[in-house]
């Protein structure tokens, strides 16, 4: 049965006149650069090269730039920096810039908040060198004032799905009577027993869009939820995976741009399939790459003929447990472990940010029955697949790791059972019901 079309939402302008322009630009840290927050091994060498990959809308309204960037995080003022570099390049307002980290390990993730705090220490390994950080911006202003020039016409929209094999799995399913997470599969896992647990509740299928100027893509966003690495924290930059998979459908039409955003990936990885061993990243590479090919072996094809760009905040209550003055504390004690003071040292920002009532930002670009939706953190799988029932009748493809700030988004009934996701959570529960609300309106017909 076919499913009823989606209503246009309230706003909604013409799109008559569409172009894109695709831009891209390398974004791989230097020798030496700290990779994870500083608790990894730093780069010592690069596999393949990280990149940033966007594109502006021109043509409905002032331009909107989505972006997806080979990086572990993008926190607070940094996510800012990033939107506001990209929006000045595209002559638009920051509101409506949205940029996502892939969420690769043996990468940077960057907190110049966080860095300001490690680098005042002095004994401890940087978050970010800000020159390198600054040329990013740099290259940012200047592939989207090339690429503008050069903007494609859009005649329609293609979007088709399909399941990911193999790949993705959730973390949190070996559990007590009471629903308590007694151990987690995590991106690797050598447990015959947890290996052996079902896949558990993931979102199974790649989703794609694919923007057309007549028969010619100009550009594909693909879209699956899973945390994006094989092995990690051997100082070898790689895009890992997901990276690579991309890039593998980059080779098959070096014409058309192709996209990888994360979704809603903070209790999926690729656990169950995955030891760990360098023999296994090529074989999840394919599995990925058969997926994308796959997502569009059979699109549904429409012109657009009406676009909406839609933003709403939330500003949530800091986890009770964290007192800035106890993790300052937790920063400045020699004798803690780097992993110990550089992860404090990223909870401090997040806790002076809500005391100055700066809220993270949400959005979705709606172009007729397809919906794009960007979140914040390491949000679980259970919102991406509350926004598709939200709108039964839509496309909708989710984005998450925007702005890092919060860590993980655990879904509230997760809190009581514990497991490593909640404990870095930086929210109380919540963030749940202010988060799900601001879905119901971002997404409404």
């Known amino acids: 049965m076919s499913r009823p079309p989606a209503s246009p939402p309230a706003g909604a302008i013409r799109a008559a006149g569409l172009h894109l322009a695709p831009f891209r630009f390398e974004v791989t840290p230097p020798l030496g650069h700290s990779c994870c927050g500083g608790w990894i091994k730093p780069v010592e060498a690069v596999d393949d090269a990280l990149e940033a990959l966007g594109v502006v809308l021109l043509g409905a309204g002032p331009p909107i730039v989505l972006c997806a960037v080979d990086w572990t995080g993008l926190l607070n003022e940094a996510h800012a920096e990033w939107c506001r570099a990209l929006a000045e390049a595209a002559g638009t307002t920051v509101d409506r810039v949205t940029v996502h980290c892939v969420h690769q390990h043996n990468a940077p993730f960057a907190c110049l908040e966080t860095e300001r705090i490690v680098a005042a220490e002095g004994d401890l390994p940087h978050i970010i060198d800000l020159g390198f950080f600054q040329r990013c911006l740099d290259q940012a202003r200047q592939a989207v004032a090339q690429a503008i020039p050069r903007a494609r016409p859009v005649s329609h929209l293609g979007w088709g799905q399909a399941p990911v094999a193999g790949l993705a799995s959730n973390r949190r399913v070996q559990r007590d009577a009471t629903g308590r997470v007694l151990a987690m599969r995590g991106s690797a896992c050598r447990d015959p027993a947890l290996i052996a647990l079902p896949e558990g509740l993931i979102d199974p299928c790649c989703k794609t869009v694919v923007f057309f100027d007549g028969a010619q893509k100009v550009a594909a966003l693909h879209y699956y939820a899973t945390h994006p690495m094989s092995y990690y924290a051997d100082g070898r930059v790689t895009s890992d995976f997901a990276g690579l998979a991309r890039k593998q459908r980059q080779r098959d039409e070096p014409d058309c741009l192709h996209l990888y955003f994360t979704g809603c990936a903070g209790n999926i990885s690729a656990g169950k399939y995955n030891d760990g061993s360098p023999a296994v990243r090529p074989i999840l590479t394919q599995r990925l790459y058969a997926g994308l090919v796959a997502s569009e072996a059979n699109l549904t094809r429409a012109p657009v003929t009406t676009l909406a760009w ?100 655990p879904v509230k009934e997760e809190y009581p059972h514990g497991g490593y996701e909640v404990s870095v959570a930086l929210s109380e529960p919540g963030i749940d019901d202010l988060l799900t609300a601001a879905l119901q309106r971002l997404l409404a017909g």
Not at 311 to 334: F, H, W
Not at 379 to 388: N, P, S, T
Not at 390 to 397: I, R, T
């Open 310 to 409: 839609q933003t709403d905040a939330i500003l949530p209550a800091p986890r009770a447990s964290l007192q800035a003055a106890a993790i300052a504390e937790q920063v400045a004690t020699k004798t803690n472990s780097v992993l110990t003071r550089n992860l404090a040292a990223y909870q401090l920002p997040w806790l002076r940010r809500l005391e100055r009532k700066v809220p993270l930002a949400l959005s979705a670009l709606h172009l007729g029955d397809v919906k794009l939706l960007h979140l914040p953190g390491e949000v679980f799988v259970e919102y991406q697949l509350r926004a598709q029932q939200l709108q039964p009748g839509a496309f909708v493809c989710t984005a998450a790791y925007g702005d890092g700030a919060p860590w993980y988004i």
